[in-house]
Nanobody, 124 residues
Framework: QVELLESGGGLVQAGGSLRLSCAAS??????YGWFRQAPGKEREFVGC????????SYADSVKGRFTISRDGADNTVYLQMNNLKPEDTAVYYC???????????????????WGQGTQVTVSS
């Protein structure tokens, strides 16, 4: 049984920061992704991290502002979000899967396991 539990969302003013956490139980996977979904929009890729190498990849819209990291001791993946903008407002999800490959990292359909999501609201 794989469970992903996100936390850390909230309301912040534009220019502020938040750190989201994704605690994984059950096992460790090779790669974890972060996605977000705003009302009326499709779920979009934010970034991902390879567990072993800590290699990361980011969407252009968050590059330079968001950072993904992981902590092996407590099997947790983090999304540090700085210089937040109102357009970052969305529900943020972490996700993973057994058979993820790097070339498919941005495709939500390739991820089988999802957390429940955490709301991030950025006010202007």
């Amino acid at each position: 049984q794989v469970e992903l539990l996100e936390s850390g969302g909230g309301l912040v003013q534009a220019g502020g920061s938040l750190r989201l956490s994704c605690a994984a139980s059950g096992r460790t996977f090779r790669m974890y992704g972060w996605f977000r979904q705003a009302p009326g929009k499709e779920r979009e890729f934010v970034g991902c991290i390879k567990w072993s190498s800590r290699a990361t990849s980011y969407a252009d819209s968050v590059k330079g502002r968001f950072t993904i990291s992981r902590d092996g001791a407590d099997n947790t993946v983090y999304l540090q979000m700085n210089n937040l903008k109102p357009e970052d407002t969305a529900v943020y999800y972490c996700a993973t899967d057994n058979g993820l490959i790097w070339s498919s990292r941005a495709l939500a359909r390739e991820y089988d396991y999802w957390g429940q999501g955490t709301q991030v609201t950025v006010s202007s």
